[in-house]
Each structure stands twice: as structure tokens, then as C-alpha cells.
């Protein structure tokens, strides 16, 4: 099972990254798979989730109309757009699987992140 995360980079404050997550080892549309995030010296938190089979999707408030959560089943990939970048947003990203309860998100599994540095 690997969940592989890429497309981090340096970015200025407003602009927009897209981050990919290749999904391989199981029945991708199975599974909720998502993005969370950790910067230094921060608790890991989740971002986004979105459930394969049916595209519904959850978002922290804090990305709410900024990130959008998307996937492409015939490639078992996930995207994270990320738009409006903040310097607060600077953290790497994992790509993981994942499930929402009590109004966050629980994330599991996660493979090697990618690093997004957002410069104000």
C-alpha cells in the first residue's frame, strides 16, 4: 500500500500549488483518502478529505474556498489545488487515508510528504 504525495514547492503569498497523491496497492475507490499537514514545532492536522466512490468532500474551516480536493479514479490519484496561499499554509503535506467525526478530520497511514513553503 503506498500512498505517494508530490508537487510541493516554494510559493508566494496568493499564489496557487497543486499537490498529486499516487494511490497504488489497493482498491482506490474503496478508501477516503486526504491531505494533512504538519509545520514545525505544530500537531500534525488534517486538511481535507474527500470519499472516492461518491466525491464528497470535507475541508477545515481554515482552507474552506481556498483548497479544493479532487480525484481521478482511472489514474488512482488525488490533487489538492491550493489557491490563495498563505505563509501560515508552509508545512508538508502528507497525503493519507482518512475518515471525519466530531467535526475534524482523523488522518492514517501516511507516506512521505512533500514540502510547501508559502513566502509572504
Known amino acids: 500500500v503506498q500512498l505517494q504525495a508530490s508537487g510541493g514547492g516554494l510559493v508566494q503569498a496568493g499564489g496557487s500549488l497543486r499537490l498529486s497523491c499516487a494511490a497504488s496497492g489497493f482498491t482506490f475507490d474503496e478508501y477516503q483518502i486526504g491531505w494533512s499537514r504538519q509545520a514545525p514545532g505544530k500537531e500534525r492536522e488534517g486538511v481535507a478529505c474527500?470519499?472516492?466512490?461518491?466525491?464528497?468532500?470535507y475541508y477545515r474551516d481554515f482552507v474552506k474556498g481556498r483548497f479544493l480536493i479532487s480525484s481521478d479514479n482511472a489514474k488512482n490519484t488525488v490533487y489538492l489545488q491550493m489557491n490563495s496561499l498563505k505563509p501560515e499554509d508552509s508545512a508538508v503535506y502528507y497525503c493519507t487515508f482518512c475518515t471525519v467525526s466530531t467535526g475534524t478530520i482523523h488522518s492514517r497511514s501516511w507516506g512521505q510528504g512533500t514540502q510547501v513553503t508559502v513566502s509572504s
Open positions: 474527500i470519499k472516492i466512490n461518491d466525491g464528497s468532500t
